[in-house]
């Protein structure tokens, strides 16, 4: 890289990432979101609306797709713990999200 490529910002591209022996390399992860909601609304004064819902999401666990190549990796070089991602994060399944709103509305708006 010039000087003059440094003064202009032009990106140098370059690959950091060396596989470790018998791994290849990725750049993908794969993993599946889900997620749901309800929700409603209720009038429970003539000038005041509540609304109240709940949301549940569980994101797919990004990492369960490394663990095959972590394990050819650990397998290769002769079992050697070093090599193990250990703990393996499991699934986060507790993402509940309470929803509140309310709403009030002047008698004078109504007529």
């Not at 703990?87 to 709403?103: A, E, H």
């Amino acid at each position: 890289m010039s000087i003059q490529n440094f003064i202009d910002d032009v990106a140098a591209v370059a690959d950091i990432r060396k596989p470790l022996p018998e791994a290849k390399p990725f750049s993908t992860t794969s993993g599946t979101t889900t997620s749901s909601l309800t929700q409603d609304t209720w009038q429970v004064h003539p000038t005041l609306f509540l609304s109240l819902g709940l949301r549940y999401e569980t994101p797919g666990n990004a990492l369960a797709s490394l663990f095959p190549v972590n394990d050819a990796i650990q397998a290769t070089n002769g079992g050697d713990p070093v090599f193990l991602l250990n703990p393996r994060p499991r699934r986060d399944l507790n993402n509940f999200q309470p929803r509140f709103g309310f709403s009030l509305e002047s008698e004078n708006r109504r007529r």
